[in-house]
């Protein structure tokens, strides 16, 4: 299988849930301003939406949107039980996790990635503090799950990293600054951030 990636891009996520799995990926950088991939084809023929992530399969089909993807990934090793079983409540609580991060955490840094106006800046670091806030309430473990590492804590990570590059004070946040010290520890983490250049 082969990611299509961008180094720190939410395509970070899928990356770290396939090192914790143990599965190998070929990697494929993708230029998010010009749309080409490292090898100069046009991303936008594997993923007509122009974004990472893209996971293209051993058959040639392409999944996209990185909740899917680290779903699917988790489900190619169940034994290492990066999500809960499937029909448990566990199961949709991971789900609610990804789908939060997703709509509410991860699309309110838009404006302060690609040159929002003062006041939407503001808004966006508004929101942000209380999407972040929630997200320290209800964390009552090591991870969003408790005691165990899941897919939702890669996607969690990855935004929350996100913060220093956009002037998002985290300090409010002890539970969270736990959370990432703890996962920058972890032996897939590392592997994922390596092999983009973020170490």
């Given at each position: 299988?082969?990611?299509?990636?961008?180094?720190?891009?939410?395509?970070?996520?899928?990356?770290?849930?396939?090192?914790?799995?143990?599965?190998?990926?070929?990697?494929?950088k993708?230029?998010?301003?010009?749309?080409?991939?490292?090898?100069?084809?046009?991303?936008?023929?594997?993923?007509?939406?122009?974004?990472?992530?893209?996971?293209?399969?051993?058959?040639?089909?392409?999944?996209?949107?990185?909740?899917?993807i680290?779903?699917?990934?988790?489900?190619?090793?169940?034994?290492?039980?990066?999500?809960?079983?499937?029909?448990?409540?566990?199961?949709?609580?991971v789900?609610?996790?990804?789908?939060?991060?997703?709509?509410?955490?991860?699309k309110?840094?838009?404006?302060?990635?690609?040159?929002?106006?003062?006041?939407?800046?503001?808004?966006?670091?508004?929101?942000?503090?209380?999407?972040?806030?929630?997200?320290?309430?209800?964390?009552?473990?090591?991870?969003?799950?408790?005691?165990?590492?899941?897919?939702?804590?890669?996607?969690?990570?990855?935004?929350?990293?996100?913060?220093?590059?956009v002037?998002?004070?985290?300090?409010?946040?002890?539970?969270?600054?736990?959370?990432?010290?703890?996962?920058?520890?972890?032996?897939?983490v590392?592997?994922?951030?390596?092999?983009?250049?973020?170490?």
């Amino acid at each position: 299988m082969k990611l299509f990636y961008a180094p720190g891009a939410c395509s970070l996520s899928p990356h770290i849930v396939a090192c914790e799995a143990g599965i190998d990926l070929d990697l494929c950088k993708v230029n998010l301003k010009t749309k080409q991939t490292e090898s100069g084809g046009d991303f936008t023929e594997v993923n007509p939406k122009g974004y990472v992530p893209a996971l293209q399969l051993e058959g040639g089909e392409v999944l996209t949107e990185g909740p899917a993807i680290v779903q699917f990934l988790a489900e190619q090793k169940p034994e290492k039980k990066l999500a809960p079983e499937y029909g448990s409540l566990d199961h949709y609580r991971v789900l609610e996790w990804l789908n939060y991060i997703s709509t509410e955490v991860h699309k309110s840094f838009v404006p302060l990635f690609w040159g929002g106006s003062d006041e939407d800046k503001a808004e966006a670091r508004e929101k942000l503090g209380k999407r972040f806030h929630y997200v320290e309430e209800k964390m009552a473990g090591d991870y969003l799950m408790g005691d165990d590492f899941c897919i939702a804590d890669a996607y969690l990570f990855t935004v929350y990293n996100w913060c220093s590059k956009v002037e998002v004070d985290t300090g409010r946040w002890p539970k969270l600054k736990a959370f990432a010290e703890r996962m920058s520890q972890r032996e897939g983490v590392r592997k994922a951030m390596q092999a983009e250049g973020l170490l």
